[in-house]
């Protein structure tokens, strides 16, 4: 079982805004970063930090964080959103380890 | 351009050892603060983080395979090499090797391999 928790699954109407999140303990104490996960794709970093976007990740996506949940809201929806998130953190000070939440399946309807 | 690359068996028997080879280009694995991570995903599961190797060569590994795994580096030739030993069906998982970087006091994995795939089978 994972570390971080997020829902299986969560649908969104198109243009729509939606928000995933991420609870777990580590996030009281580190930020989550976001990847999304297209099928047969590598994931890919959408949100890192406390709300950084890679080159080339659209505006419509951002990060916040609030005691232990963090989240990713993706405000107006497209269809090529359509996607598996995850949320990943360190997992605590004892040394550089990870955890990854169990993924939240996002249906653009 | 960064990019990572994995290599190795495509297929190993229950008990054998597998060793996957990430060759990387666009940055040295000597980069401070910089290194490079291992993250398997089994067929329609989640993503699970199995170790990292630092340009330091600071070690970590995950708590429940740690008796498993080793991972290396040859900076020299921009490789990293993860072994995992006593494999088990349940092991059989796309394999990415991902870089780590850091900003801002947080690290993150920004640039995954394609991964391969690694099935364990008699």
């Known amino acids: 079982s994972s570390e971080l928790t997020q829902d299986p699954a969560v649908s969104v109407a198109l243009g729509q805004t939606v928000r995933i999140t991420c609870q777990g303990d580590?996030?009281?104490?580190?930020?989550a970063s976001w990847y999304q996960q297209k099928p047969g794709q590598a994931p890919l970093l959408v949100i890192h930090?406390?709300?950084n976007r890679p080159s080339g990740i659209p505006d419509r996506f951002s990060g916040s964080s609030s005691g232990n949940t963090a989240s990713l809201t993706i405000t107006g929806a497209q269809a090529e959103d359509e996607a598996d998130y995850y949320c990943?953190?360190?997992?605590?000070?004892?040394?550089?380890?990870?955890?990854f939440g169990g993924g939240t399946k996002l249906t653009v309807l | 351009q960064v990019t990572l690359k994995e290599s190795g068996p495509v297929l190993v028997k229950p008990t054998e050892t597998l060793t996957l080879t990430c060759t990387v280009s666009?940055?040295?694995?000597?980069?401070?603060?910089?290194?490079v991570s291992w993250i398997r995903q089994p067929p329609g599961k989640a993503l699970e983080w199995l170790g990292s190797?630092?340009?330091?060569?600071?070690?970590s590994y995950s708590t429940s395979l740690k008796s498993r795994l080793t991972i290396s580096k040859d900076t020299s030739k921009s490789q990293v090499v993860l072994t995992m030993t006593n494999m088990d069906p349940v092991d059989t998982a796309t394999y990415y090797c991902?870089?780590?970087?850091?900003?801002?006091?947080?690290?993150?994995?920004?640039?995954w391999g394609q991964g391969t795939l690694v099935s364990v089978s008699s």
């Open positions: 991902v870089r780590i970087d850091y900003y801002n006091y947080v690290y993150y994995f920004d640039y």
């Open positions: 666009g940055f040295s694995l000597s980069t401070p603060r910089m290194g």
């Open positions: 190797i630092f340009s330091n060569d600071e070690k």
């Open positions: 580590s996030l009281r104490n580190y930020y």
């Open positions: 930090g406390k709300n």
């Open positions: 990943n953190s360190r997992r605590d000070s004892s040394g550089y380890h990870w955890v």
